[in-house]
């Protein structure tokens, strides 16, 4: 008996060992994480005109203008039977629709010679995406004294571009 028990404690002693190692706690942590791209949309918005600059009675002298605002994009302001001394405006906006804040830079495209553009009210440099829409104000004019550019009956268009990046980008 004595044999035995001495095998029985000398197994335990022999497996002690391997029974601390299986015990053994392990444990992982981890990190998840998750990243969602902003959205960058800039586009114009709310276009309207600023007939103030007309004269009150409907004709063939009256100048009229149209807007196409089709496309967000790009606004296409087009003067038709303007005359020397008329003028007029348009009021629209340009609404950031995205989530990052834009940098905008607003250009005048293809501005005839005979015709005075002027913004009475400039887009901000920047548009945050808090901030949403700001209001741009432009003032159309055919000066009093023309020159031989000016021709009747033609038709004289131009085009305002807004150019957005995204904030952060150097210029």
Known sequence: MKRSLFLVVA????????GIAYAAWSENITIEGY???????IK?????????????FEGDYVATVTLN???????????????????????????NAGSIPAKLKVD???????????????????????TITEEIVIKVSVPEEVDAEFVQ???????????????????
């Open 153 to 171: 009956a033609q038709q004289y268009q131009f085009m305002i571009t807004i150019t957005g990046t995204q904030f952060n980008i150097e210029d």
């Open 44 to 56: 114009w918005s709310d276009a309207q005109l600023d007939r103030a600059g007309e004269p009150q």
């Open 108 to 130: 005048l495209v293809d501005v005839p010679g005979v015709l005075d553009v002027e913004f009475l009210r400039e887009a901000p440099a920047t548009l945050d995406a808090r």
């Open 35 to 41: 990243v969602t791209a902003g959205s960058f949309d």
């Open 11 to 18: 197994a335990l002693v022999c497996l002690s060992p391997t």
């Open 69 to 95: 605002d089709n496309d967000e994009n790009k606004l296409v302001y087009t003067v038709i039977n303007a005359y020397p001394g008329w003028e007029s405006g348009i009021r629209c906006k340009v609404t």
